[in-house]
């Protein structure tokens, strides 16, 4: 579990994948729950927002769609009914 973070964040940067939420899937996916861990890989790809930093911060279990459409739109996402929909399939 120790080399987890460090791959996500390997594989995170090579792709440019600049969103929390797909870092939190990818987490959820691979049974990281600190959320220490999250936010210093989403600081690591120049993450910007407080309300980013501020959801990412929290535990992996999200469960509020308005905190996951915040992110979104945060995000600058275009449309953010299309992540709410993803991210509540993923069960973030």
């Not at 910007?48 to 501020?54: A, D, K, T």
């Not at 911060?57 to 992540?83: H, K, Q, R, W, Y």
């Amino acid at each position: 579990m120790d080399r987890e973070p460090i791959i996500l964040q390997a594989v995170s940067m090579d792709l440019w994948i600049e969103s929390p939420i797909i870092l939190l899937a990818v987490s959820m996916d691979l049974g990281i729950e600190s959320h220490i861990i999250v936010v210093t890989v989403s600081m690591g790809i120049w993450v910007e927002g407080p309300i980013i930093v501020l959801v990412v911060s929290m535990n992996l279990l999200v469960e509020s769609p308005i905190i996951v459409l915040a992110v979104s739109m945060d995000l600058g996402v275009e449309s953010p009914i299309i992540v709410l929909a993803v991210s509540m399939d993923l069960g973030v």
